[in-house]
Structures are given as structure tokens and as C-alpha cells.
Nanobody, 114 residues
Framework: VQLQAFGGGLVQAGGSLRLSCVASGTFVRFNNIGWYRQAPGKQRELAAAIFSGGYTNYADSVKGRFTISRDNAKNTVYLEMNTLKPEDTALYYC?????????WGQGTLVTVSS
């Protein structure tokens, strides 16, 4: 199964973006999904996750600014990002919230200018 991330772009600090993660079949419905990001020269980190019961979890660095949600009918997980900061600049990926991971795909690039 491959998940495809869309919606990245260039935005000024303080701006907003919404990312979409689309999967095939019922993958989103039956898995806990995470949005990950990897900034240049840094390790990939889990930014947000959504679990089967609707519970969500966020990294401290994005808490209060990012919102993860899912639409099972569309097999899609969203990441609403507000009050963006230059340090949010990264490649954003979606995958299972924990191992075993499926293919990571190309991700979507978010660039926040100051």
C-alpha cells in the first residue's frame, strides 16, 4: 500500500496550509495514521497522529497549531497547519503511526519563509 501526500507549498510565516494523505482501499479506516516530517539535516519526526477511535496526538512543537483529521469514506487523512513558522519547513510524509511502515512515497514539501 502506498500513501500519497499532497498540498505542500511555499507560505509566509503565520500562514496556513492543509495537507492531504490519500491511501488505497480501506487502509486509512483500519490503521492509525501519522504525519511525519523531515527537515534538512534532521531525522524524520512524528508531528501528529490519529488513532482508530479518533484520539489524536501531537508533537510539542506543533501542538495548538496543527490539527489532524480523517475522512474514512475518502480514505484520506488531513493535516491542517496554522500559524506556520520557518522551523516547520520540511518534507511531510504520512504513514502508519508505528511500525511496520508501508512505502514512504515522495512526501510533500512545505517551505515557510520568514
Amino acid at each position: 500500500v502506498q500513501l500519497q501526500a499532497f498540498g505542500g507549498g511555499l507560505v509566509q510565516a503565520g500562514g496556513s496550509l492543509r495537507l492531504s494523505c490519500v491511501a488505497s482501499g480501506t487502509f486509512v479506516r483500519f490503521n492509525n495514521i501519522g504525519w511525519y516530517r523531515q527537515a534538512p539535516g534532521k531525522q524524520r519526526e512524528l508531528a501528529a497522529a490519529i488513532f482508530s477511535g479518533g484520539y489524536t496526538n501531537y508533537a510539542d512543537s506543533v501542538k495548538g497549531r496543527f490539527t489532524i483529521s480523517r475522512d474514512n469514506a475518502k480514505n484520506t487523512v488531513y493535516l491542517e497547519m496554522n500559524t506556520l513558522k520557518p522551523e516547520d519547513t520540511a518534507l511531510y510524509y504520512c504513514n502508519r503511526e508505528a511500525a511496520p511502515f508501508t512505502s514512504w512515497g515522495q512526501g510533500t514539501l512545505v517551505t515557510v519563509s520568514s
